[in-house]
């Protein structure tokens, strides 16, 4: 699922909102994890899961096409840590 079907599957299961509307609603949600995670921060959403930041550190990689040794610098990643009520949809138990 793509963010505007995410807004026009959210739009119409509450018609009495304009799709304008739902859209800056999912955006701003979007845009608030994003920030918080910037910030270094964890954002959890229960039943769901938690999105955190993960530091990758310094190390020697390779070019996969010359086999040269390359540095690669310590870095943020997104981490996404699925929950329960998540899991248990996904295998079938709910």
């Not at 959403?45 to 020697?60: C, E, P, Y």
Request: hydrophobic residues 35%; without cysteine; proline residues 3%.
């Amino acid at each position: 699922m793509i963010r505007s079907e995410l807004i026009q599957k959210v739009a119409d299961e509450n018609p009495h909102l304009y799709q304008r509307d739902v859209e800056k609603i999912v955006n701003t949600i979007f845009e608030e994890i994003i920030e918080s995670l910037a910030s270094g921060n964890r954002v959890e959403l229960r039943g769901f899961g938690a999105f955190s930041v993960k530091q990758r550190d310094a190390r020697t990689g390779r070019n996969p096409r010359t086999g040269e040794a390359v540095k690669v610098e310590e870095k943020h990643v997104p981490f996404f840590k699925a929950g329960k009520l998540l899991r248990d949809r996904m295998n079938g138990k709910a």
